[in-house]
């Protein structure tokens, strides 16, 4: 278990998480997470420097097509790495390849040639750009395969099925909000809070021990403040 500031970004989190459950030498093959924490860099860094698969449902492209669902979002975009070019779903393939670094951040920027895209009976589904080319920002090879792949992955029936198990998890921090009150930090500190973080994770594992012995299914109905500080006295 770990505890963090609340300003901290989950994605932020996931290193140190990685670090300690290597020391104790409980890596998992595959970590299921939420959409707060998926990242090109750390899909690619985890199974490079843990061996760990990210299960994670990525963000979807941002590009006006692609939130459209009109015309080409950049993943319907061939990328041939070894040649430097970038060929449209209207078979036009690039102009130029060049570096670039945008906010801080190494990447590629394609264009397509003005005689190929002015014509271009999908122009307008293409692009809105003022110079009528098509341009496309790309990520390292590395990064801009990995995101493309997990994108395409998560369409998939098997995939969906596959992360239906992160369910469980998610049942498991509803029952930790509403029967203990983890949301608010009774302690200044992280030292104190995560001893309470501990001792709350101790007492739902007693009660789903308790409940599991007795063959009660778990209890998904909400707890009342007079519940939840019974339970808490408890533990």
């Not at 007693?206 to 007795?214: A, E, Y």
Request: aromatic residues 6%; charged residues 20%.
């Amino acid at each position: 278990m770990t505890t963090t500031a609340s300003t901290l970004p989950d994605n932020k989190a996931l290193e140190p998480i990685h670090q300690a459950l290597q020391r104790r030498q409980l890596l998992p093959n595959r970590h299921y997470l939420d959409s707060g924490y998926p990242s090109a860099e750390l899909i690619v860094g985890s199974a490079k420097t843990y061996g760990v698969a990210l299960v994670t449902p990525v963000l979807l492209d941002t590009s006006r097509q692609a939130k459209a669902r009109e015309g080409f979002a950049a993943d319907d975009f061939t990328i041939d790495w070894p040649a430097q070019q970038a060929t449209c779903p209207a078979g036009k393939t690039s102009a130029t390849w060049n570096p670039a670094v945008q906010n801080g951040i190494s990447k590629t920027v394609v264009t397509f040639a003005a005689l190929d895209c002015i014509p271009c009976p999908f122009n307008e589904q293409c692009t809105s750009a003022r110079s009528n080319r098509r341009q496309l920002s790309l990520q390292p090879r590395e990064l801009t395969e990995a995101i493309r792949h997990a994108r395409a992955q998560q369409r998939t029936d098997d995939w969906n099925q596959d992360y239906a198990l992160r369910a469980g998890v998610e049942g498991t921090i509803r029952q930790a909000t509403t029967v203990t009150g983890l949301r608010r930090a009774r302690y200044r500190g992280l030292a104190k809070t995560h001893l309470d973080h501990v001792t709350a994770a101790t007492a739902l594992n007693l009660i789903r021990v308790h409940d599991w012995g007795n063959g009660h299914p778990l209890d998904r109905a909400s707890s009342s403040h007079l519940a939840r500080l019974e339970l808490a006295l408890t533990a």
